[in-house]
């Protein structure tokens, strides 16, 4: 189910992996706990074209608290309040970098249809339980993930990079424009990531090499 819910163009570049997602669902299938996100939007950040892909922006985890997560990074539904802490101060330096306003709401949809792969490392976790599932195999698929997308796009490609962990990502992008600040988690938001610009500075970089810049607005 995973791996057809992918857009063939993903399941043509990823077909090697289709074992490994079949045996991470029936891992989740066979857990005792719940997980985030439901089933069905696990696989959303695929749905796209791949050769659509012209931004990346690197997750860890899904949110864990109920309601949350929606298979896209950092995003979560119009309904949701308060707004998740990281994404709050996203929407913050979102504000600050381009001089406009934006929503309080966090539905990052539309920027996914516009070509920015919202991707976490591990695609899912237990219910109220952050990074449960980092052994299940979820790595092994986004680190091939990563490869495509540099080997296919290269220099077409803007990748933003938020903390550590992300930026761990950096040599597999060897070929890509990379953005990196702090995250914006608030233990780390006021060191580095509020006043770094990802926003116009990605912008920027992809009209230099000839593509149309991202409307950011939610």
Known sequence: M???????????AL?????????IEEKLDSAPNSYVPEK???????QQPLEQTRVLIVGQDPYPTAGHAIGLSFAVNTDVKPLPRSLKNILIELKDDLG????????????????????NRHLTTDLAEAGAHTEIGWSKFTDAVI???????GRKLVAILWGNQA????????????????????LSARRGFFGSKPFSKTNSALVAIGEQPIDWSC
């Open 167 to 186: 930026m761990q990502l950096a040599p597999e992008l060897c070929d890509t424009v990379v953005i990196s600040s702090a995250h914006p988690s608030p």
């Open 2 to 12: 995973f791996f057809e819910q992918m857009h063939p163009s993903w399941r043509e």
């Open 15 to 23: 077909s090697e992996f289709e074992p490994l997602l079949r045996d």
């Open 100 to 119: 406009k306003a934006v929503t309080a709401e966090g539905d990052l949809s539309a920027w996914s249809q516009q070509g920015v792969l919202l991707l």
């Open 40 to 46: 069905s939007l696990i696989m959303r950040a695929f």
């Open 147 to 153: 490869r495509v997308l540099n080997r296919r796009l």
